[in-house]
């Protein structure tokens, strides 16, 4: 039985926290975003951002991850803000997200890493390039979209490992590891 505990697959990405008023700020986004869009709202206490998306790994391999990670850790990425100052809508994929115009070089810094280090462990990685962005409803169907009066400002100053299931009312993420930024 413990074998069989070892093997299961775990869907696994690396991200982005928001803190609660963060969190809370993209919540209310969010529910302004459903009063002019039909779709899935993303739940408050699911909104992030990506940093690299690992997938299915075998639960065995999660310490093998949080060992990449603290390499980073160590190499003293700086904690950054980001800027949220307009939301989008990627039609072919009918996905609203908030968008960050200016990239920190922290935030670029923090995933080419992570992804070296990942790599470096023998994980496979999606290659293509990263575009940053906070997922606020998918399946959406907007007539417009409200505009940001001010930019958001979220101050990233820790990073996670989530593990996320799949239930029949969308999915939970956990956060199962954490590392902090410095500064």
Request: glycine content about 6%; aromatic content about 8%.
């Amino acid at each position: 039985m413990a074998e069989e505990t070892r093997q299961k697959a775990v869907r696994l990405f690396f991200a982005i926290w928001p803190d609660k008023e963060t969190r809370t700020q993209l919540g209310r986004l969010t529910g302004r975003l459903a009063s002019v869009c039909e779709g899935r709202k993303t739940k408050a206490e699911n909104i992030h951002l990506t940093l690299v998306f690992v997938g299915e790994v075998n639960a065995s391999q999660v310490d093998a991850l949080c060992r990449a990670a603290d390499e980073i850790e160590g190499h003293g990425v700086k904690a950054f803000d980001l800027v949220i100052e307009r939301i989008c809508v990627w039609k072919r994929k009918n996905i609203v997200y908030a968008e960050i115009n200016e990239i920190p070089q922290p935030l670029i810094a923090l995933v080419e890493a992570l992804q070296s280090s990942l790599s470096l462990a023998g994980f496979s990685l999606e290659e293509r390039p990263y575009k940053p962005h906070i997922t606020l409803m998918r399946n959406a169907s907007c007539k417009t979209l409200p505009e940001r009066a001010e930019p958001m400002v979220w101050r990233a100053r820790e990073w996670v490992l989530v593990k996320s299931d799949q239930t029949s009312d969308g999915p939970v993420y956990t956060p199962i590891g954490r590392w902090f930024l410095k500064g």
